[in-house]
């Protein structure tokens, strides 16, 4: 019965206008589905798939086109103040006010709501409790780490009990430990309150712990099935592939997703790389038998991150052109013994807050070099310092054999950096953008207009060179910004979060491409959350609290202690809360 739906949508269908191209845009077509009551379901898609302004319609804040959205019972069209008053809406961009407390984020959020001061007391605590924010309800919002700022945000758009709750990505550029603390509370308010929830996530692990999965793509819906359903999609396909000794997980992918006739996807996983077969039948002629001897292959069972790469590719196949970015693959990976950063006892602090306390590395060239860390570990802080962006307090650092105390301007030169959010200018079209950096970086007319056309070729933008930046798809600015970081060919590449909130097939277009630059002898440092992606790097340097816990191989990482544990997941999780629990005195 319709009354057991608190979603059901007939026929939904969005347009935006699109001025550059002069022409409509279908956000959403012709799509129809049921949400049911109390349970949790997951919206997973690529960039642009209409995520985002389907939740936006349930809120009753766009209006549709054409079709019918019920929610809660309820038109969204004509009972829209209704619905609001009885839902809970998190963005992705939640607004909390920095220059307030945490107990003033939530009191304004409270007064906002008309809750009264005997129900919001108790809520608060509640609501304190669950996120781990009680002690902490003095400090400024602006002053809370990325996660704790999320969680705040759940807070708050939680200090009233609503019937439904939507959330767009709420963990984006959250690390693992935070994420999983923010699922617990999701789940705890499902089972006590009966809580519907809505939510639309990157993490397809996030979308495993749903009850219901609705996979959309370009506006369409492709599928809504359990989670196991789903999964069942892959089934039959799915291997693993153990790279012989010396040869990183990463080069063995790239050679896969290069086979594209025979392999449908494939990622590095602990220490092999799991990929998606066409047709069993195909896996004896396999292109990376051609170029590896001694390879291990076994059958896997299927995840949904399978299903899903299998339901992507199957629609919209591999659009983007890897030739651009070419590896020879018999000899063509291996890093360098040159050092191109060199970081000794390195110290940074803010007043009386040590945010990174004596942290000593170096960065071969031509590797991939990770820094990870719960937020607020220090990684940002370290990534700034190394880009020449925030001086040190103390010790010494060199960037591509330059003294970054003396020779800061000279040793930019040789550095390309994409920001954690999107720092290019909205306002101009790509080609401006690309032909102001490319100014800011010194290259003459001529010389601009060849690295511009080839790196518009190399990241498939020749086609929107036109168009405003603003307007263009997450995954498109993500290409953009790798594109302007690389016009003067540096020698060093810095990554910061590149790939937070955009979907698994962008994800392998863009390692892809940073495992070419890395087989060509461009060294890359990254930041990630993901850890699955630590996995492409040949050494992580894991932080916490400013400290230095962790630096070894993803494999050593892995077997801490004797342990021989499945994923980079689970193995930085067991190495933050160990420390942490050692700095408590537990052990």
């Known amino acids: 019965m319709e009354k057991d739906f608190a979603v059901v949508a007939e026929g939904l269908t969005r347009t935006f206008n699109d001025a550059a191209a002069h022409k409509k845009i279908y956000a959403l077509r012709d799509v129809s589905l049921k949400i049911a009551q109390g349970r949790m379901t997951a919206l997973i898609g690529p960039d642009g798939a209409g995520k985002t302004t389907f939740l936006r319609m349930c809120c009753g804040l766009l209006r549709p086109d054409a079709g019918s959205l019920l929610v809660l019972g309820r038109d969204v069209v004509r009972c829209a103040q209704e619905i609001q008053s009885r839902i809970s809406y998190m963005p992705q961009k939640f607004g909390l006010y920095e220059d307030l407390s945490v107990q ?125 359903a789903l999964r069942n999609l892959a089934a039959g396909r799915c291997f693993r592939l153990q790279p012989p000794t010396g040869v990183p997980t990463r080069i063995l992918q790239a050679c896969l997703l290069d086979d594209k006739q025979r392999v449908l996807d494939a990622v590095p996983e602990g220490g092999v790389v ?59 990976f291996s890093v360098g013994t040159d050092v191109d950063i060199e970081v000794r006892d390195l110290v940074k602090r803010f007043g009386d807050f040590t945010a990174v306390d004596n942290t000593s590395f170096n960065v071969r060239r031509g590797e991939i070099f990770g820094l990870l860390g719960p937020n607020g570990a220090g990684k940002t802080t370290t990534f700034r310092m190394l880009c020449g962006l925030l001086p040190a307090t103390s010790g010494s650092l060199s960037v591509a054999g330059m003294d970054l105390r003396r020779a800061r301007n000279q040793a930019r030169a040789n550095v390309g950096y994409v920001a954690q959010k999107f720092s290019l200018y909205g306002n101009l079209t790509v080609d401006e953008n690309l032909h102001f950096y490319g100014g800011v970086y010194g290259l003459d007319d001529a010389r601009l207009d060849e690295r511009m056309r080839m790196v518009k070729e190399q990241f498939d933008l020749a086609g929107v060179g036109e168009t405003p930046t603003e307007q263009l798809p997450g995954g498109y600015k993500q290409r953009l910004s790798m594109a302007a970081a690389l016009l003067h060919e540096p020698k060093i590449l810095f990554l910061d979060e590149p790939t937070s909130g955009i979907d698994p097939l962008a994800r392998r277009t863009f390692w892809r491409q940073i495992t070419a630059l890395a087989a060509s002898g461009t060294t890359i440092i990254i930041t990630t959350h993901f850890m699955e992606e630590a996995e492409y790097c040949d050494r992580i340097m894991i932080q916490d609290q400013g400290r230095m816990l962790a630096l070894d191989t993803p494999a050593a990482i892995r077997c801490q202690d004797g342990r021989h544990l499945p994923n980079m997941n689970e193995a930085f999780i067991a190495i933050v809360e160990r420390a942490r629990a050692a700095e408590k005195g537990k052990l």
């Open 104 to 228: 003033e984020n939530m009191n304004l959020y409270a007064d906002l709501h008309g809750i009264a001061a005997d129900v919001r007391q108790k809520r608060f605590a509640r609501l304190l409790r669950m996120t781990g924010l009680a002690p902490f309800t003095d400090r400024l919002a602006g002053k809370l780490s990325g996660g704790m700022k999320q969680k705040l945000g759940l807070a708050c758009t939680l200090v009233r009990s609503p019937e439904l709750l939507l959330l767009d990505e709420p963990t984006v550029g959250v690390d693992p430990l935070s994420r999983r603390e923010l699922w617990e509370i999701l789940q705890e308010l499902v089972k006590s309150e009966g809580l519907t929830v809505v939510v639309s996530t990157a993490y397809m692990d996030e979308a495993e712990l749903c009850d219901s999965v609705i996979v959309v793509h370009e506006g369409a819906v492709l599928t809504q099935s359990a989670p196991q």
């Open 274 to 332: 799991r990929f998606i077969a066409s047709d069993e039948s195909e896996l004896r002629d396999l292109d990376v038998y051609k170029y590896f001897a001694g390879l291990i292959l076994t059958r896997v069972e299927p995840r949904l991150e399978d299903a899903f790469m299998l339901l992507l590719r199957e629609r919209s196949g591999d659009k983007f052109n890897n030739e651009s970015f070419p590896i020879d693959y018999r000899s063509g």
